[in-house]
């Protein structure tokens, strides 16, 4: 059993930035997809940003192409999620998902993901 542990969420302002981060206790991200998904109240979880840990490929959705970045960190053992540009749209709790066994086309699929943090709470006011 991974277990995935969330940091970084807040409340900011509109057009404000957040940055999250993600990490495996006890492991590293050395071989796996890791991926951010994220749920507001009322909807349904949503694909935000993957990325590959070999050979550092990188996802996103189109929602937040261009606003967001997410990066691993081989010296902390780390993926954050940079977010720019933030939205009230955006207000959602955010997950971080691990798996070892995706294949490309199927890193937005968050059923497929065997591993999950339990959520950072990102709030942008209206």
């Known amino acids: 059993q991974v277990q995935l542990v969330e940091s970084g969420g807040g409340t900011v302002q509109a057009g404000g930035s957040l940055r999250l981060s993600c990490a495996a206790s006890g492991r590293t991200f050395n071989g796996y997809w890791v991926g951010w998904f994220r749920q507001a109240p009322g909807k349904e979880r949503e694909f935000v940003a993957a990325?590959?840990?070999?050979?550092?490929?990188?996802y996103y959705a189109d929602s937040v192409k261009g606003r967001f970045v997410i990066t691993g960190d081989k010296t902390e053992q780390t993926v954050s999620l940079q977010m720019n540009g933030l939205k009230p749209e955006d207000t959602a709790v955010y997950y971080c998902?691990?798996?070892?066994?995706?294949?490309?086309?199927?890193?937005?699929?968050?059923?497929?993901?065997?591993?999950w943090g339990r959520g950072t709470q990102v709030t942008v006011p209206s």
């Open positions: 990325i590959r840990w070999n050979p550092g490929h990188t």
């Open positions: 998902a691990a798996d070892r066994g995706l294949i490309t086309s199927s890193y937005s699929n968050g059923a497929l993901y065997d591993y």
